[in-house]
């Protein structure tokens, strides 16, 4: 069922006029709703203005870009990294940019539309992926790239990556979308990019939204300084209005509140992690604060409980139901015992 707010859903929205707490969407860290973080923000919007339009490539450039996309690469671990407004529009970008004879594109399961660029279908399994790659590289000179997302949320890839380990790496670029990794898991929330960079892999590029970590309308590449210096000469990234530059200082700004929220939703996973009994009627990732399930009884029964979680069909109305449960560090200890409390009476 769809409703309809007014008002960002934080921990709690309301419906019809009853109060409901919220376990669902992706604010990850609650940043959008914090007081400190919106101070900061409309501090950062007073100086440079609400938005940017100007393309990155314009004889008047703005310093705050490059000090936003140093901060960014040194977080992650990569060499380099080049910001564009959105996350979608980043995956967009290297589908576009890599769709050339020179490559071939290969999708693992539940890769994300936004790395889409033609009408190849993914591979329901990473053994028939790892087949498809290897025939390739056998009959034909151009690179294959194998498109991934870092969380997808059957828990087969991160942390630990094992089905992607059986891929002939060193022969294949390999493009990761970290959107729900990155301002998340791992160190300061870098993401996947230096669990990746370990794997013997003959390019790797990470890409991914910075909205749902870190708060802000943007999306970032991360890779090799050749890579990302070949991404900027490019017409796409001329052509295309930046992240707007308040988010961008407001990521460099934000380091101490980032780091304090992330304690936060570690301590939120913990304590419903730690108290969940039903655990095999989810599907989660160690270190993320999603819980998947497929039960839609149990939607139906939160709900009748006052609690909204995320569940609709995803990307798309064919697409199977997307139901989970998603931890923020936005919530009280009183929000996660009461849910908990309602799934663990459950017969």
Known sequence: MNHYIDTFPGRKITLNGVPHLYFGGTSYLGLQTDGDFQKLFISNIKKYGTNYGASRKSNIRLSVFDEAESYLAKIVGS???ITLSSGYLVGQFLAQVLNTKEHQFFYAPNTHSAL???KIKSYTTFASLNIAVREHLESSK???VVFLDSIDFSGCNYPDFEALKILPLEDIILVVDDSHGLG???EN???VYSILAKLKIKELI?????GKGFGIQAGAVFGTKERIHFLTETPFFGGASPATPAAMATLVEADVIYELKRKRLQRNMDLFFGNLKKRKAFHFMKGHPAYTFSDVQLTEYLEANR???TSFPYPDKSSPL????VLSAAHKKKDIEHVLHCINILP
């Open 79 to 81: 060499e380099a990294c």
């Open 116 to 118: 889409y660029q033609s």
């Open 142 to 144: 151009s690179a294959p």
């Open 184 to 186: 998340i898991i791992g």
């Open 189 to 191: 929330g870098g993401g």
């Open 206 to 210: 990470v890409c991914g939204s910075l």
């Open 307 to 309: 609690i909204i979680v």
């Open 322 to 325: 997307m139901s989970r449960i």
